[in-house]
Nanobody, 124 residues
Framework: QVQLVESGGGLVQAGGSLRLSCAAS????????MGWFRQAPGKEREFIAT????????YYGDSVKGRFTISGDNAKNTVYLQMNSLKPEDTAVYFC?????????????????WGQGSQVTVSS
């Protein structure tokens, strides 16, 4: 199994920045990619970004391109999500996720491991 522990959420004003971290433990050799999703009340879970472990390839959702940056530290089995120019519509619970295969990189159904979620609230 793979365990994911997130940290770094909180409250920030619009235009501000936050950084989320996600540390993986357990059978980390199974991980092909790690990513972030978010879910706001009454909405479906939305793909934010993902990064592959081997090549460091990154993919982003359209709503965060140019504002959010995903990065990884393979030695620490940790991924980060740097969020800049935050907007009130970015308010959601952010989930870290990991997957063992290269398919469905931008779909939540492709991820088998999930963190507990971290609340991000952006005030206007």
């Amino acid at each position: 199994q793979v365990q994911l522990v997130e940290s770094g959420g909180g409250l920030v004003q619009a235009g501000g920045s936050l950084r989320l971290s996600c540390a993986a433990s357990g059978r980390t050799f199974r991980i092909y990619a790690m990513g972030w999703f978010r879910q706001a009340p009454g909405k479906e879970r939305e793909f934010i970004a993902t990064i592959t472990g081997s090549g460091g390839n990154t993919y982003y959702g359209d709503s965060v391109k140019g504002r959010f940056t995903i990065s990884g530290d393979n030695a620490k089995n940790t991924v980060y999500l740097q969020m800049n120019s935050l907007k009130p519509e970015d308010t959601a619970v952010y989930f870290c996720a990991a997957k063992s295969s290269p398919n469905l990189l931008t779909s939540s159904s492709g991820y088998g491991y999930w963190g507990q979620g971290s609340q991000v609230t952006v005030s206007s």
